[in-house]
């Protein structure tokens, strides 16, 4: 079972430089999440979606924008990459609605960022 | 709002110590409280739940125990072995939450043989 997977594994941009993080789940969940991991934080939410075709902003949502192309796919795209976007990017999913707490998040592998 | 703190890291210890990595939480009402392990070059994945006070989590030999007069949920586990080196997220979900769970900053383990 595939689970999530992220894709690129690896991303260097320059300053200015536009790019999406891709995202797609092989479980049939409902609830997608990104998440953005720096050292000595923990994870913070950037944006989740409950359901196909709806977005909602999480803790850090500045410089982000989201598409939640299907039921299996949750972009995360920045338009234009600031060194302090530097770090390692998480997609997520969930069985159901993000409101029972009952319910697992399964992560992808990540993928990590430097912007110059 | 809502908060986790876990203890500073990184955690060094020898294969067959006993493990501690404290946690707590600031939360109104009652939240449902996880452990996530990150193992090298993986997401997050979960380790263990709870979700009322006094209730037990356990997975493959850790436990926690969701106490709510002290708002706590350390981490345990009697025997680490080398292949538990991670890093370790306490997580909580709050019971007026709108879809987030709120992550600590994550504890670094290092087991050595």
């Known amino acids: 079972n595939a689970g999530v997977t992220q894709t690129p594994k690896f991303q260097v941009l320059k300053t200015g430089q536009s790019m999406t993080l891709q995202c797609a789940q092989d479980?049939?969940?409902?609830?997608m999440y990104w998440y953005r991991q720096d050292p000595g934080m923990g994870l913070r939410l950037i944006y989740y979606?409950?359901?196909?075709?709806?977005?909602d902003k999480g803790e850090v949502p500045n410089g982000y924008n989201v598409s939640r192309l299907n039921k299996r796919e949750f972009s995360l795209r920045l338009e234009s990459a600031a060194p302090s976007q530097t770090s390692v990017y998480f997609c997520?999913?969930?069985?159901?609605?993000?409101?029972?707490?009952?319910?697992?998040?399964?992560f992808g592998a990540g993928t990590r960022l430097s912007v110059l | 709002g809502d908060s986790v703190t876990q203890m500073e890291g990184p955690v060094t210890l020898s294969e067959e110590a006993f493990l501690t990595i404290n946690c707590t939480y600031t939360?109104?009402?009652?939240?449902?409280l996880f452990w996530y392990v990150q193992y090298p070059g993986e997401g997050l994945q979960l380790l263990l739940k709870?979700?009322?006070?006094?209730d037990k989590g356990s997975n493959k030999g850790f436990e926690a125990t969701y106490r709510k007069e002290t708002t706590s949920f350390h981490l345990e586990k009697g025997s680490v072995q080398v292949s538990d080196s991670a890093v370790y997220f306490c997580?909580?979900?709050?019971?007026?939450?709108?879809?987030?769970?709120?992550f600590g900053q994550g504890t670094t383990l290092q087991v050595k043989p």
């Open positions: 997520a999913s969930e069985t159901g609605s993000p409101y029972l707490a009952k319910n697992i998040q399964y």
């Open positions: 479980m049939n969940h409902n609830s």
């Open positions: 979606s409950a359901s196909e075709g709806t977005t």
């Open positions: 939360a109104t009402g009652y939240p449902s």
């Open positions: 709870a979700t009322k006070a006094d």
């Open positions: 997580a909580l979900f709050g019971s007026g939450n709108t879809g987030k769970l709120i």
